[in-house]
């Protein structure tokens, strides 16, 4: 039997790990999950720490919370941080035959625990006399040795291997701005530079495309990484709105003939095509 | 001099593989080239001959050892060849009148376009005939009957353009496949009994041999000499065989390549006269063909099928005599001989007179041509007269002294066998006067042939004459010369053996006998024929003609006892084998293709339902860990 | 309260991992789901370690700790190769393997 206050704890972290794991499942966008992720860690590190491991509960904290979940976000990001799952499943079946074994591999498990006589607990006190950090160096410097060192050179061959594939050989010898330049006026498609994103949009984040005098966005302005995702906010239609306002009540205040009034692209094909925050939620 | 005997051979093959790979260079002259390499080998066969007269009877049979033909260990097969009494005779004959036939040709088949392959089978014809008699053993000699069988084949057939030739062809090959199956079989008999197939080893040992193995051997020989020799009951494809040229109905089918069964029967004296039963057998066989061809060649209207059934008939006389054992082989290959050259000679004059009639066969459609073909008819008379047996002409001799053997065999045997073979002269009579009288006697009852082109009967060119003349001295005075003193029998002897027959009957009263046989046929024929004019349509006729115009049913018997049942064999096999074997096979690759395209289905190709499945399999495992503990 | 939850809690998260892996399809949550599955079991390892009153499980715990990091390293490396040349980081694009 343990403490009161390791039985509160437990059922608080129990709530967060569980709450954390399942949120894990269910968050759509990848960048949500490997938050939620990381709360389970974390509340599992307080469960080894309240277990008497201690040296286990820090090095969650430190490589796993710390270092594995910060690779998985700095992927994510690479990959798109918006990027969201469609909750259609599209393989037949499969989403019923998970629910289905993932229950009854969980009552299983549980029924298994249930029927095993675990009542007697030892408890740490003895082993981690001398320290829980101590009591582990002699484990793995004695009777593990082995198994450290092969997981020494395990470690080494992955990151040899995460480089390996990651790398991309440069074929050609890297072109310089002045060849870039020269190319360009060679290929004549677009000699100046390209339009900075924001302008007229009355916004500047990257993602924001530029807008053109007519009002029509201009997909140059934003870079080729967010423009391959599909990154691209989109100016707002009430703003667009507001602007064809202005320029209507400036030609009414100048007292201009309907003719000569500079005409707004009414139906902007080009905005509409880009999908706004709220149609892709 | 022995170095001449494979060049005997060689000549004609030389010929044959000069005309078939020369090309159309040869297309001119290249009959010639044949017609010179035949004669270069008849040349050398009598240069053997008299070189072989001049040695002593003991030392007169010599053998020429080529080369090993196939050594392994034990087994030997040698390419030798043996030059006897009994060999030069064929040897004189195929390359002599070979080489008449050769020269009839060239005049023949002067407006054929594909005059040069008909030489170069003809001279391959002679090769293989050659290596069939100079052989020393059975394997040579199984090669050269083969190669005859291929030569017929090719001759029968070589106007492959009409059906009629292309199936009778056909026909010829399978039924000789028959025969040869019985010689393989004879061979392989041989080798198992003898370990050896060389004549002079086998003939040595064979009185070792047990009597049944011996006669099963010989029954086997039988059987190889009646696909070749057109005897009861393979005789059905020499009717059909008269579809080839005429040269080579009268070469390969009248002269040579069908006597082949006589000579095989005669040169394994030694075998068969070891096994009484096996003769009798050979007996029955020449003496039920003798009247078999007899009587086809009654009814038939085409001149060249009469002929050969007058062929099947003459050989039958062969067969028996060979078949009555050492009195009678000297009289087989005698009659042989004289049969070669008169039966060439009817051949070749049937041959002129296709000729001149627009190639009519039909002796319906002939009559009175003996004023415009005064050649071809002297010279057929000749034939005529020495087949029937007219008193001391070729035929005569050779025939009295068959029906003599006949008769000395002894006993009621003997009684009905000379009674078979004195009918077959008195039927032979018949029907060559009915051949006779039907084309060269009458009136004209010439018909348009089918583009309406009336016939214009004119002499043979000279070509075509000369051998028909040469035949004539052979028709009229080699029976006669052999008999001068027995002087044949004396020269075979030492091969075949002689035995004196006894016959109940004196020779003087046999010959008797047999030209008042002859001169009823004659006189029934001209009764029948002769007398009154000849109806150009064929009369219903009786049963028997009805049936001997169909060649005695065989063909029918054939179709009924060998087709039907075979086809039926066939049909059933053909459906166990597609319902039932294909039926499981296919079945089987279908249930399994089945199962596999519906197993492939699992194989997604996505990662997700792979971890779906070990999860699953781990669920498993986990749940039956479980409950092994529990239980 | 006894230990026995934390077992409990262990195998509810193992569960939830397996899951996630059967159902998620971008390759980065699948390799999330992977690590909460290595994680209920360290924590499975930890509660035995404290059930036995030795270290042995701890260090079992350890090296999972260790191998996961090696895993985690190659495996996105792969996510990242991938998603370069298929421009999807979805595992149900790669299915190159079906016939």
Sequence with gaps: MTSTGEAVQFWVLAVIAVGGALGMLLMRKAVHSALCLAATMLSLAVCYLAQGAVFLGVVQIVVYTGAIMMLFLFVVMLVGVSSADSLKEQLKGQRIAAVLCGVGFGVLLIAGLANARLSHFTGLSEANAEGNVQGLAKLIFTKYVWAFEVTGALLITAAIGAMVLTHRERVHERLTQRQLAAQRVKDNIQVPPMPAPGVYARHNAVDIPALLPDGTVAEDSVMGTLRERGQIRDVSQEMLRRMAELEESTADWLGRPSSARPQVAAPRQALETVPTKEEAE | ?631 | MNPVNYLYLAALLFTIGASGVLIRRNAIVLFMCVELMLNASNLALVTFSRMHGNLDGQILAFFTMVVAAAEVVVGLAIIVSIFRTRHSASVDDSNLMKL
Excluded at chain 2, 436 to 454: I, M, Y
Excluded at chain 2, 571 to 598: W, Y
């Design chain 2, 1 to 631: 001099m022995n170095s001449l005997i494979p060049l005997l051979v060689a000549a004609p093959l030389a010929g044959a593989a000069l005309l078939l790979l020369g090309g159309r260079a040869l297309d001119r002259f290249g009959h010639w080239i044949a017609t010179a390499l035949a004669a270069l080998s008849c040349a050398f066969g009598l240069v053997l001959f008299f070189d072989m007269l001049g040695r002593d009877t003991e030392h007169r049979a010599v053998t020429e050892r080529l080369f090993s033909w196939i050594p392994v260990g034990g087994f030997r097969a040698d390419v030798s060849f043996q030059l006897d009494q009994l060999s030069i005779v064929f040897v004189l004959l195929i390359t002599g009148v070979g080489t008449l036939i050769h020269l009839y040709s060239v005049g023949y088949m002067a407006h054929d376009e594909r005059r040069r392959r008909f030489f170069a089978y003809l001279n391959l014809f002679l090769a293989a005939m050659l290596i069939l008699v100079l052989a020393d053993n059975y394997l040579l000699l199984y090669v050269g009957w083969e190669g005859v069988g291929l030569a017929s084949y090719l001759l029968i057939g070589f106007w492959q353009h009409k059906p009629s030739a292309a199936t009778a062809a056909k026909k010829a090959f399978i039924v000789n496949r028959v025969g040869d199956m019985g010689l393989s079989i004879a061979i392989m008999l041989m080798f198992a009994e003898f370990g050896s197939f060389a004549f002079r080893p086998v003939f040595s040992a064979a009185g070792d041999a047990s009597e049944g193995k011996l006669t099963a051997i010989a029954l086997m020989l039988l059987l190889a000499a009646c696909g070749k020799s057109a005897q009861v009951p393979l005789q059905s494809w020499l009717g059909d065989a008269m579809e080839g040229p005429t040269p080579v109905s009268a070469l390969i089918h009248a002269a040579t390549m069908v006597t082949a069964g006589v000579y095989l029967i005669t040169r394994s004296a030694s075998i068969f006269n070891l096994a009484p039963d096996a003769q009798t057998a050979v007996v029955v066989v020449g003496a039920v063909t003798l009247l078999f061809g007899a009587i086809v060649g009654c009814a038939k209207d085409d001149i060249k099928k009469a002929l050969a059934g007058s062929t099947m008939s003459q050989i039958g006389y062969m067969i028996m005599a060979a078949g009555l054992g050492p009195i009678g082989y000297a009289f087989a290959i005698m009659h042989l001989v004289t049969h070669g050259f008169f039966k060439a000679g009817l051949f070749l004059g049937a041959g002129s007179v296709m000729h001149g009639m627009n190639d009519e066969v039909n002796m319906r459609h002939y009559g009175g041509l003996r004023k415009y073909m005064p050649w071809t008819f002297a010279t057929f008379m000749a034939g005529y007269l020495a087949i029937i047996g007219f008193p001391f002409l070729s035929g005569f001799f050779s025939k009295d002294k068959i029906i003599e053997a006949a008769l000395a065999k002894g006993g009621t045997e003997g009684w009905i066998l000379g009674t078979c073979a004195l009918v077959g002269a008195a039927v032979t009579a018949f029907y060559m006067t009915r051949v006779v009288l039907l084309t060269f006697f009458g009136e004209k009852r010439w018909q348009p042939d089918a583009e309406g082109h009336r016939p214009h009967p004119h002499e043979s060119p000279r070509t075509m004459v000369i051998p028909m003349v040469v035949l004539t001295f052979g028709s009229l005075f080699a029976g006669g010369l052999f008999s001068l003193g027995d002087s044949f029998l004396h020269f075979l002897e030492p091969v075949t053996g002689h035995e004196e027959g006894h016959a109940p009957l004196s020779a003087f009263a046999v010959s008797a006998i047999a030209t008042v046989c002859m001169a009823a046929g004659v006189g029934l024929a001209w009764l029948k024929y002769g007398r009154k004019p000849v109806p150009v349509q064929a009369p219903r006729g009786s049963l028997l003609t009805r049936a001997a115009r169909r060649d005695l049913l065989q063909d029918d018997f054939n179709h009924a006892v060998l087709v039907r049942p075979g086809s039926a064999l066939a049909a059933t096999l053909v459906f166990f084998d597609s319902k039932g074997l294909d039926g499981f096979v296919n079945g089987l690759a279908a249930a399994i293709g089945g199962l596999s395209g519906r197993l492939r289905r699992i194989q997604t190709g996505y990662v997700r339902t792979y971890a779906l499945s070990m999860f699953g399999g781990t669920l498993v495992l986990v749940a039956s860990t479980l409950l092994m503990r529990s239980v």
